[in-house]
């Protein structure tokens, strides 16, 4: 790969190491790499690295009710340099960590970033910190090498466990931001949070055990089930999330149906995670929000039923 450098004039963005290169990394790589920001990604699995010669994106927006359906990219990587291992990467004031929510605190003590340098966790599922955090609403998915994603992508960023009245990630808006990545600074990202793991509590579990897009969960809102589902939910937010307001179930609803509109072309992670055989998320989404309401004294059945079901789902995928 080439040395990262600078056409004269330009301005010079932030260091940037990126760690991770499934969907939502490869999401926040051609992100960068279509704004000609230079940055360090590790890339860690071998078939990975050899299709990354350029980044090929295919956005689809047919799903949103919008005028614009499909478009491929190739993203040029020249000012990209790819690593295989922690240790080539060099020092620099950011550090973007996009891994599956149980992986994360087993990257950062692989990684053990300095004090100086920042920390933005993109995962689903419920952290602590102390670290900036990014909620994806939206999605990608990977197939034969390419890309797969839309064109409403928002990248939610707060800090979290920080305790900071101004969020240093505001410095990351411009170098992320493209036509299918849109970040947006928020100042209470721990309540986004929770609302983001319910909102995942419904769309991966069911669109894996289903096997079907996230689209067609649209068909399904007025079903018991997820009625259900759904009223679980906001008792378990209200007893436990630091909400600033009182939640309805209509609010959930409303967002919910937002996020299928705007992904119902996208195959979700959990769903695509079946299909690879590899281990889902689901302990750190309906498993994580069951336990925590049932400590609160919201009982959680379906909650943990779903959750079981996707585990039963899983060791059936892995032996397969």
Same mark, same amino acid.
């Given at each position: 790969?080439?040395?990262?450098?600078?056409?004269?004039?330009e301005? %010079?963005?932030?260091? %940037?190491n990126l760690?991770?290169?499934?969907?939502v990394?490869s999401l926040v790589?051609a &992100?960068?790499a279509g704004?000609r920001?230079p940055?360090h990604?590790l890339v860690?699995?071998p078939?990975?690295?050899?299709?990354?010669?350029?980044?090929?994106?295919?956005?689809?927006d047919?799903?949103?009710?919008? $005028?614009f +359906?499909?478009s491929s990219? $190739?993203i040029?990587?020249d000012r990209?340099?790819?690593?295989?291992?922690?240790?080539?990467?060099?020092?620099?004031q950011?550090?973007?960590?996009?891994?599956? &929510?149980?992986q994360?605190? +087993? #990257?950062? /003590? =692989?990684?053990?970033?300095t004090p100086?340098? =920042?920390v *933005?966790?993109?995962?689903n599922?419920?952290?602590k910190?102390p670290? @900036?955090?990014?909620?994806l609403f939206?999605?990608?998915?990977l197939?034969s090498?390419?890309?797969?994603?839309?064109l @409403?992508?928002?990248?939610v960023?707060g800090?979290?466990?920080?305790?900071?009245? &101004?969020?240093?990630?505001?410095e990351?808006?411009?170098?992320?931001? $493209?036509?299918?990545l849109?970040? %947006?600074p928020?100042?209470?990202?721990e =309540?986004?949070?929770?609302?983001k793991?319910a909102?995942n509590?419904v769309v991966?579990?069911l669109?894996?055990?289903?096997? %079907?897009p996230n689209? +067609?969960l649209?068909?399904?809102?007025?079903?018991?089930?997820?009625?259900?589902l759904? /009223?679980e939910?906001?008792a378990?937010?209200?007893?436990?999330?630091?909400l !600033?307001?009182p939640?309805?179930?209509?609010?959930?609803? /409303?967002?919910?149906?937002?996020?299928l509109?705007?992904?119902?072309?996208?195959?979700?992670?959990m769903? =695509?995670?079946?299909?690879?055989? !590899?281990?889902?998320?689901i302990?750190?989404?309906?498993?994580?929000?069951?336990?925590?309401?049932?400590a &609160?004294?919201v009982?959680?059945? !379906?909650l943990?039923e *779903?959750?079981?079901e996707?585990?039963?789902?899983?060791?059936?995928a892995?032996? #397969?």
């Amino acid at each position: 790969m080439h040395d990262l450098q600078f056409e004269p004039g330009e301005r %010079i963005p932030p260091s %940037i190491n990126l760690v991770g290169a499934g969907p939502v990394g490869s999401l926040v790589a051609a &992100a960068l790499a279509g704004n000609r920001v230079p940055f360090h990604w590790l890339v860690r699995s071998p078939q990975r690295r050899l299709q990354l010669d350029a980044l090929r994106v295919h956005v689809d927006d047919s799903g949103s009710g919008g $005028s614009f +359906e499909q478009s491929s990219v $190739s993203i040029a990587l020249d000012r990209v340099k790819l690593h295989q291992s922690p240790e080539e990467l060099p020092w620099a004031q950011w550090l973007i960590i996009c891994v599956k &929510a149980q992986q994360v605190e +087993e #990257v950062l /003590a =692989e990684l053990a970033p300095t004090p100086s340098t =920042e920390v *933005l966790v993109i995962a689903n599922g419920l952290h602590k910190g102390p670290f @900036h955090l990014g909620n994806l609403f939206g999605g990608a998915y990977l197939s034969s090498g390419w890309l797969h994603t839309g064109l @409403h992508n928002d990248l939610v960023l707060g800090e979290l466990g920080l305790g900071w009245e &101004a969020d240093e990630s505001i410095e990351l808006l411009n170098p992320l931001h $493209s036509p299918f990545l849109h970040p %947006i600074p928020d100042s209470h990202m721990e =309540e986004r949070m929770w609302m983001k793991a319910a909102l995942n509590c419904v769309v991966n579990p069911l669109t894996a055990l289903q096997d %079907i897009p996230n689209g +067609e969960l649209l068909r399904q809102l007025d079903r018991p089930q997820l009625k259900e589902l759904l /009223a679980e939910l906001k008792a378990v937010l209200s007893a436990c999330a630091p909400l !600033r307001e009182p939640l309805r179930i209509a609010d959930l609803r /409303a967002e919910l149906r937002e996020l299928l509109q705007a992904t119902a072309g996208n195959s979700s992670s959990m769903r =695509e995670d079946i299909h690879a055989g !590899r281990e889902t998320e689901i302990s750190r989404l309906n498993l994580a929000l069951a336990a925590a309401g049932e400590a &609160a004294g919201v009982p959680c059945p !379906r909650l943990r039923e *779903l959750g079981e079901e996707v585990l039963k789902l899983e060791q059936r995928a892995r032996v #397969v």
